[in-house]
């Protein structure tokens, strides 16, 4: 690439200045923008439910770089504005004041929003959903000793705010359509170990219940009433039922789209040759999986960007990452990579009472699909490689604490 070159990326987290970092690491001497819809430098959100909350962290701990790191890299990070539009005709995107910047490569990092269910009272005062920082600010002022929360939704951020909370003392709920926390995620085995955490901690998990709607006095939230027409009584509610791409950008400009968000080859590339996807929004076409993968976890934000970097100089790579998330609630700190969308059965190694295991998801033929391993640390390079062996292993042998892991699957 010539430096007249212009590259533009859409979206101001984690993704975006990834992105900007790694393609000044692959020597890219042309001209970068950055287009940030906050007015925040770009930072890292799963804080926000954790570390934040608990009072553990400030802004400045997660800001991915300082202001001198961007006019240093001679990177235009446009704050507090959005892209109205794509044009691919023309290689331009129009902004939001309707002025317009050329792109000879353009990289969607759109992320996510929360959404926002069709509850009743779900506008009201007191109804908090938790994205971007000042969201976390509010409701952080929410959250004091003696007062009371409900949740809806008991996936991760539901489950790590209830944890933040109950640590400041605040009374806590949460109401929830599955049979147990984390269902989706994690299936009925490892699901039953977060039951019991929260419940251990105080946690009042109403489980296959739905919400009716959001009770309110005066337009400010009071709690939640639910189809079986019990109440519960909260000073402040939180809906957290998931995340929604920001798809929509890309879709109004004629990009492929499916699986939930913007189809990508393992290169990260769109059907457009110049334009690239990453981190939430980017369906990938996985190498090892031999199939497409969205996950909308860090991890993705985080790595994605290198490669779609060096496929954007033209130095041919792809996204081979294994899925990983993790997540820390009370003394639990749990670390999931792999994917098992399906599984046969799953098997535990260690301690699951006392909360120090691995658990494994393995197929009909005793390979392993994902494995989790919760207070037990620096297992993470031995369980991807008995992913990526595609080897059978024995239960037991898995299950067996005296062998090794890194003697497994060979």
């Given at each position: 690439m010539t430096e007249t070159s212009t590259f533009v990326i859409?979206?101001?987290?984690?993704?975006?200045?990834?992105?900007?970092?790694?393609?000044?690491?692959?020597?890219?001497?042309?001209?970068?923008?950055?287009?940030?819809?906050?007015?925040?430098?770009?930072y890292e959100r799963p804080p926000l439910s954790k570390e934040f909350l608990a009072g553990k962290k400030s802004l400045e701990d997660f800001t991915v770089h300082d202001a001198g790191w961007y006019s240093d890299s001679n990177v235009d990070l446009r704050l507090g504005t959005a892209v109205a539009e794509i044009d691919r005709g023309t290689r331009n995107?129009?902004?939001?004041?309707?002025?317009?910047?050329?792109?000879?490569?353009?990289?969607?990092?759109?992320?996510?929003?929360?959404?926002?269910?069709?509850?009743?009272?779900?506008?009201?005062?007191?109804?908090?959903?938790?994205?971007?920082?000042?969201?976390?600010?509010?409701l952080?002022?929410?959250?004091?000793?003696?007062s009371s929360l409900a949740i809806v939704g008991a996936g991760w951020i539901g489950l790590e705010v209830a944890a933040s909370a109950r640590s400041k003392g605040v009374d806590v709920t949460v109401v929830e359509t599955a049979r147990l926390p984390l269902l989706a995620a994690l299936g009925a085995e490892a699901a039953e170990v977060f039951a019991g955490l929260h419940r251990q901690h105080g946690v009042n998990l109403r489980l296959e219940s739905n919400v009716g709607e959001i009770s309110t006095t005066s337009g400010t939230a009071t709690g939640l009433?639910?189809?079986?027409?019990?109440?519960?009584?909260?000073?402040?509610?939180?809906?957290?039922?998931?995340?929604?791409?920001?798809?929509?950008?890309a879709a109004a400009a004629g990009l492929d789209m499916g699986d939930g968000g913007v189809l990508v080859d393992s290169s990260?590339?769109?059907?457009?040759?110049?334009?690239?996807?990453?981190?939430?929004i980017a369906a990938a076409q996985h190498p090892f999986f031999k199939t497409r993968v969205r996950t909308e976890h860090w991890a993705n934000a985080l790595k994605q960007p290198a490669v779609a970097a060096a496929n954007m100089v033209?130095?041919?790579?792809?996204?081979?990452?294994?899925?990983?998330?993790?997540?820390?609630?009370?003394?639990?700190?749990?670390?999931?990579v792999g994917y098992a969308p399906s599984y046969d059965r799953?098997?535990?190694?260690?301690?699951?009472?006392?909360?120090?295991?691995?658990?494994?998801?393995?197929d009909s033929g005793n390979r392993v699909l994902a494995g989790m391993n919760v207070n037990v640390w620096d297992v993470v390079d031995d369980i991807k490689a008995l992913?990526?062996?595609?080897?059978?292993?024995?239960?037991?042998?898995?299950a067996d604490t005296q062998r090794a892991l890194s003697e497994l699957g060979g």
């Open positions: 859409v979206g101001g987290g984690l993704a975006g200045a990834k992105a900007a970092e790694a393609l000044r690491a692959n020597d890219f001497d042309g001209d970068i923008t950055i287009i940030a819809g906050e007015d925040h430098l770009p995107v129009r902004l939001s004041d309707d002025s317009t910047q050329r792109y000879d490569k353009l990289l969607l990092a759109t992320g996510s929003r929360s959404k926002r269910p069709p509850i009743p009272g779900s506008d009201a005062a007191a109804v908090h959903y938790l994205r971007t920082l000042e969201d976390a600010v509010e952080n002022s929410a959250l004091r000793e003696g009433k639910l189809d079986d027409g019990s109440v519960i009584a909260a000073d402040a509610v939180l809906v957290a039922v998931g995340a929604a791409p920001n798809i929509e950008l990260l590339r769109t059907n457009d040759p110049d334009i690239f996807a990453v981190g939430d033209g130095t041919h790579t792809e996204y081979t990452e294994l899925p990983y998330f993790f997540t820390d609630q009370y003394d639990l700190g749990m670390e999931y799953v098997v535990f190694r260690g301690d699951v009472a006392a909360r120090e295991f691995i658990a494994f998801w393995l992913i990526t062996s595609r080897a059978a292993v024995a239960p037991d042998a898995l």
